[in-house]
């Protein structure tokens, strides 16, 4: 099981952009799709995004294609969520999330209703967008 901690969250204006870092240990990325979650004060934990194991298939939450960005740096076990354009909807506590190649990630609606299978979690990192 992943051990995941997230990092660069922080205050940001309208408009800017941050770029969120998720260190995993206790496993390669190969071996896992990683997501990005994100929880807004009195809200559900909505999906993101997610990158597959093999790194070559990413997808996004509709509010956020366009303007965030997943990635992967295999060589340091990190996961990235570069986020552009942001706005106050986006203030939220970002979460990286492990699910295991054995149960693949097939698509948003699979991610957003998985949760359960998501055994490893990162502490969480506070955006906050306003101005």
């Known amino acids: 099981q992943l051990q995941l901690v997230e990092s660069g969250g922080g205050l940001v204006q309208p408009g800017g952009s941050l770029r969120l870092s998720c260190s995993a240990s206790g496993g390669p990325l190969a071996y896992y799709t990683m997501s990005w979650f994100r929880q807004a004060p009195g809200k559900g934990r909505e999906g993101v995004s997610y990158i597959s194991p093999n790194g070559l298939r990413t997808n996004y939450a509709d509010s956020v294609r366009g303007r965030f960005t997943i990635s992967r740096d295999v060589a340091v076990n990190t996961v990235y969520l570069q986020m552009n354009n942001l706005t106050p909807e986006d203030s939220a506590v970002y979460y990286c999330?492990?699910?295991?190649?054995?149960?693949?990630?097939?698509?948003?609606?699979?991610?957003?209703?998985?949760?359960?299978?998501?055994?490893?979690w990162g502490q969480g990192t506070q955006v906050t967008v306003s101005s």
């Open positions: 999330a492990a699910r295991d190649s054995s149960s693949p990630v097939r698509s948003m609606t699979d991610l957003s209703l998985g949760l359960a299978s998501f055994h490893s």
